[in-house]
C-alpha cells in the first residue's frame, strides 16, 4: 500500500471548518487505499509562544478530535510529533541540506514574521518548513493530503528529497501533495476572498467544530453573501455563494449543480438557514463523540502511545540509513 503522512497543529481550542473540509476528510478516506500515518504537530506548536498547560490540553483535545472525525488508530498510526524524536534528528540533517535564501522564500513564514516583527520571530519559525519536510520523508510518504495554503511547504519537501537522494544516493521517496481541488481553501464567512483560518480579523468568519452548535448555525446565517439573488457556483463574481455551496456540498452530500437545481427559485436566506442546520446535524454528535474520547484520557494516551510505538518503527529505519549516508558512525 502506498503511504500517507499528514499533520495539524494543536493551535487552537479547536479545528476549523477549512481544516475538516480542506485536510482531515481527506485524512479518513485515505485510510481505505494507504498506509497511513497522522499526527498532531506539538514541534511545530512551539515556533510560536505557547503556555505549556494550555498546549498539553489542546495536544489532546486535537487527538480527540481526530478520532471522533473517524481516523481509526488500528489502521492509522495516530500519534504526538514530539513522541517520535527521529522527527527532530532528521530535521537537523535537512536543515544542513537546505539554503539560507530557500528557506527565506517561504511566504507563511515572511507573513507570520511580519505579523510579530522578524526580530521577534524564532528561529524555529524560520526553520518550520524544514522540520515539516522530515516529516513526511522519515516515513517514506507518497502522499500528503493537505489544504492549498501548504502547497509551497510541500514544493521544499520534494526538493530536498530529491537533493538527498541526488548528493548522497536513492534514500527518499518524493512526496506528492494530495490536495482536492473542491474544497481545497475554504474561505472565511465574513470576508470570502481570504481563507478561513483562525488569525481571521473577525471571529463570525470563522467556524469551530467544538463551538456552540447554535452559535455556529448563527454565524452561518450571517455569513456575507453577493449582490444579486441567484445562487449559482461562480467564485469570481459571487466568493460568498460559492463558498456556502462549496461547505453545503461537502459535508451535506449533495454536488453543486444539485444545491443550484434545488435553490434555482429559493433565495439566500434559504440556503443559509438549510446549511445552518446541516451543520449543526453534522457538529452535535461529533461533540458528543470527541467528549467521550476526553473522558478516558489515560486510554487516549495509550493508544497516542501505541500509535508512537508504530511510527518510531518505521522513522528509526529511515533515519539510520540517512545518518550512514551522511558519514556518521554506526549508533552503538
Ligand atoms: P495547520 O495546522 O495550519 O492546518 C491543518 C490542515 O488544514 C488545512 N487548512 C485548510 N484547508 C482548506 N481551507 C482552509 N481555510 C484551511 N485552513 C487550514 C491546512 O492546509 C492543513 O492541511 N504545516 C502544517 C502542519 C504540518 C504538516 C506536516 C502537514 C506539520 N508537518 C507534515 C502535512 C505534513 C500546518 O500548519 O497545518
Not at 505579523?115 to 524544514?130: E, M, N, R, W
Request: net charge negative.
Amino acid at each position: 500500500r502506498p503511504r500517507v503522512l499528514s499533520g495539524i497543529q494543536p493551535t487552537a481550542d479547536s479545528f476549523h471548518l477549512g481544516n475538516y473540509l480542506g485536510a482531515l476528510r481527506q485524512w479518513v478516506a485515505l485510510q481505505e487505499t494507504h498506509e497511513t500515518f497522522y499526527m498532531v504537530v506539538d514541534l511545530h506548536a512551539i515556533t510560536v509562544e505557547q503556555d505549556p498547560k494550555v498546549l498539553r490540553e489542546r495536544t489532546r483535545v486535537s487527538a480527540a478530535q481526530l478520532l471522533a472525525l473517524g481516523v481509526d488508530p488500528e489502521r492509522s498510526a495516530l500519534f504526538v510529533q514530539s513522541q517520535v524524536p527521529e522527527h527532530a534528528q532528521l530535521s537537523w540533517v535537512l536543515e544542513c541540506q537546505t539554503g539560507f535564501g530557500e528557506a527565506s522564500r517561504m511566504t507563511q513564514f515572511k507573513d507570520k514574521a511580519s505579523k510579530q516583527g522578524a526580530d521577534h520571530a524564532s528561529v524555529g519559525l524560520f526553520t518550520y518548513p524544514i522540520l515539516q519536510a522530515a516529516d513526511i520523508l522519515i516515513y517514506q510518504a507518497n502522499a500528503v493530503p493537505v489544504g492549498e495554503d501548504q502547497r509551497q511547504h510541500l514544493e521544499l519537501s520534494r526538493n530536498l528529497a530529491q537533493r538527498f537522494n541526488h548528493r548522497f544516493g536513492k534514500t527518499f521517496v518524493v512526496p506528492e501533495p494530495h490536495i482536492v481541488k473542491d474544497t481545497a481553501k475554504i474561505f472565511d464567512l465574513q470576508d470570502p476572498t481570504s481563507k478561513m483560518s483562525k488569525s481571521a480579523s473577525s471571529p463570525n468568519g470563522l467556524i469551530e467544530l467544538l463551538d456552540e452548535p447554535k452559535k455556529s448555525a448563527k454565524k452561518i446565517r450571517s455569513a456575507v453573501t453577493d449582490t444579486g439573488r441567484e445562487i449559482v457556483f461562480d467564485p469570481e463574481h459571487k466568493a460568498g455563494v460559492s463558498n456556502l455551496l462549496t461547505i453545503y456540498s461537502a459535508i451535506g452530500g449533495k454536488s453543486i449543480p444539485e444545491l443550484e437545481a434545488e435553490y434555482a427559485d429559493k433565495g439566500y436566506g434559504n440556503l443559509k438557514v438549510d446549511l445552518a442546520e446541516v451543520l449543526v446535524q453534522f457538529v452535535t454528535p461529533f461533540q458528543e463523540r470527541v467528549r467521550s474520547y476526553l473522558d478516558d484520557v489515560t486510554e487516549l494516551d495509550k493508544v497516542l502511545a501505541r500509535g508512537a510505538d508504530r511510527a518510531r518503527s518505521v522513522a528509526a529505519e529511515t533515519l539510520s540509513v540517512v545518518y550512514d549516508r551522511i558519514g556518521f558512525l554506526p549508533a552503538v
